[in-house]
């Protein structure tokens, strides 16, 4: 009867990514908001007329679109490289697009791999965008490797609550 009155829905194949993170509640909901594309990147303020230098705040050299935010600007990429070399995955970065259907059909599991690819997407995700408005509105730049750093410290602190990511996190190497 409940299942009647509360209807079919589809299963989307990011929720895991959300719902099953070990991550910050703060990097969990920037998250959401990337994957549903509603952070107020400079594109999006331009459409609702407000108009903005649009050039991306981190590289300088294109437009700041969602797409090139995440993982097609430079300095994203090269952080998100490190990361992933941190977490013994080897493999080009690619745009946002790509990313999320590899996150989808790579970190969705249930496996100890798998929670710290969730949290270090998520981390990656809220880092650059706090880094991003840092230099919008505070005019303050971090370089790519104290990012890196910070992500990483995060990360161990977090995972050190529970000991089967603690354990599996002590195997990495602390620094990429």
């Known amino acids: 009867m409940y299942k009647k009155l509360r209807g079919e829905f589809i299963k989307l194949p990011w929720r895991r990514l959300t719902c099953n993170n070990q991550g910050s509640p703060k990097w969990i909901f ?3 908001l990337t994957i549903h594309r509603r ?3 400079m594109d999006r303020l331009d459409k609702w007329g407000i108009h903005t230098d649009q050039v991306c705040a981190l590289c300088k050299q294109e437009l700041e679109t969602h797409q090139h935010l995440f993982f097609s600007c430079n300095i994203v990429a090269r952080i998100w ?3 992933l070399q941190w977490m013994c995955i080897t493999r080009n970065t ?3 697009t790509k990313e999320m259907d ?3 059909s790579h970190a969705t599991g249930k496996v100890t791999q798998d929670e710290v690819d969730r949290m270090t997407l998520a981390a990656t ?5 706090q880094e991003r408005n ?3 509105f505070q005019k303050k730049e971090r370089t790519a490797e104290v990012i890196i750093r910070s992500i990483i410290q995060e990360i161990y602190c977090r995972s050190s609550m529970q000991p089967k ?9 602390y620094y990429p």
């Not at 995700?125 to 965008?129: A, E, G, S």
């Not at 990511?165 to 190497?173: P, Q, S, V």
């Open 94 to 96: 690619t745009g946002w």
């Open 125 to 129: 995700v809220n880092y650059v965008w």
């Open 30 to 32: 920037i998250l959401y």
């Open 39 to 41: 952070l107020y990147t």
């Open 102 to 104: 590899w996150a989808i």
């Open 165 to 173: 990511l603690a354990e599996f996190i002590r195997n990495f190497n």
């Open 134 to 136: 840092y230099r919008v």
């Open 81 to 83: 490289r490190k990361l």
